[in-house]
């Protein structure tokens, strides 16, 4: 969680994927209600997962972002008290459909986040939504099958409740929120390639040794 692997920087290898987002989303409109979500629609190489079935693979999602400190020393104690707003992500389910993924979001951002953590709640995470949720960086992986993880695609970013959201008059939403996002897949099986079929889908040169 955070630390910097020598062996892994150093290597180079098709069956690890790692996308990189940059972006801003704002949270809430100016009568504090929540106004913006983004979904990410991944470039998962679905053939080639599909194809690998139960081959266990690793999904990593780690987001950061900047908050704005409360100016108030009153009430750090409570809850969204102290960050001007909150961001959470998740990831569409393998049985869920865009539509269903969509609304379930949307659902726990207008109940300020709540807790994910539902009894049909995705229970491969290691963390879990309930413990990944500290600070303004979150960090979680996911262990399952490369046929599992092929339908699950789609991630998405939404806001949780701050004191942007209650004191109206300094509510800076409409400068945006800035974040990152880095999302990860990563095989045991060095033999899978994973790397050029996202490569070709986005345009990546791809450089070609002739004898």
């Known amino acids: 969680m955070g630390v910097p692997s020598l062996e892994r920087a150093r290597r180079s290898a098709t069956d690890s994927l790692t996308l990189i987002v940059q972006d801003s989303i704002e949270p809430f409109d100016e009568e504090g209600k929540m106004k913006e979500m983004y ?4 470039p998962w190489p679905i053939g080639v997962l599909s194809e690998m079935g139960e081959t266990p693979v690793t999904l990593r999602v780690t987001l950061s972002y900047f908050i704005e400190p409360n100016p108030s020393r009153r009430g750090w104690r409570q809850r969204f008290r102290y960050a001007s707003h909150g961001l959470r992500f998740d990831v569409r389910r393998p049985t869920e459909s865009t539509d269903e993924f969509r609304r379930r979001v949307n659902r726990l951002a207008r109940e300020d986040g709540g807790n994910l953590g539902t009894p049909e709640s ?4 290691f ?3 309930e413990y990944r949720v500290s600070g303004s960086l979150h960090s979680d ?3 399952g099958t490369a046929a599992d993880l092929a339908r699950r695609g789609l991630l998405a970013v939404f806001p949780v409740s701050g004191w942007w959201k209650d004191l109206k008059d300094r509510n800076h939403s409409e400068r945006g929120a800035v974040y990152s996002l880095v999302v990860s897949i990563e095989t045991e099986d060095q033999t899978v390639d994973l790397w050029t079929p996202v490569a070709t889908e986005v345009g990546i040169p791809i450089a070609i040794e002739y004898d």
């Open 39 to 42: 979904l990410h629609d991944l």
């Open 122 to 125: 995705d229970d491969q995470w």
């Open 127 to 129: 963390f879990g939504p």
């Open 141 to 143: 992986f996911w262990r």
